[in-house]
Nanobody
Framework: QVQLVESGGGLVQAGGSLRLSCAAS????????MGWFRQAPGKDREFVAS????????FYADSVKDRFTISRDNAKNTAYLRLNSLKPEDTAVYYC??????????????????WGQGTQVTVSS
């Protein structure tokens, strides 16, 4: 089993940066693809970024490409999402997710079978 706990959200001005962390319990982390999704008020949850189990393959939504960076440290059982050049439209609850025992990168929420509780990111203009 894997349990996920996000941290690092907060209030930041437009143009600022944050680093989100997703700490995982359990032994399956290093064998799992990881993803970040976000959900803004009144909107559906949307894909942000994904990374494969080894960390050598990543994929991003067009809206965050070149601004956000996903990474992982399997020794620490932690995934990260670095958010740079933040915009007010990046305001959302950010969720990390794990696709247990899965290789590759995935953009659809249904491929992930463990989710964190979410962390709020608010970007002021």
């Amino acid at each position: 089993q894997v349990q996920l706990v996000e941290s690092g959200g907060g209030l930041v001005q437009a143009g600022g940066s944050l680093r989100l962390s997703c700490a995982a319990s359990g032994r399956a982390f290093s064998s799992s693809a990881m993803g970040w999704f976000r959900q803004a008020p009144g909107k559906d949850r949307e894909f942000v970024a994904s990374i494969n189990w080894s960390g050598d393959s990543t994929f991003y939504a067009d809206s965050v490409k070149d601004r956000f960076t996903i990474s992982r440290d399997n020794a620490k059982n932690t995934a990260y999402l670095r958010l740079n050049s933040l915009k007010p439209e990046d305001t959302a609850v950010y969720y990390c997710a794990a696709a247990l025992f899965s290789s590759g990168v995935f953009t659809t929420a249904s491929r992930y079978n463990r989710w964190g509780q979410g962390t709020q990111v608010t970007v002021s203009s």
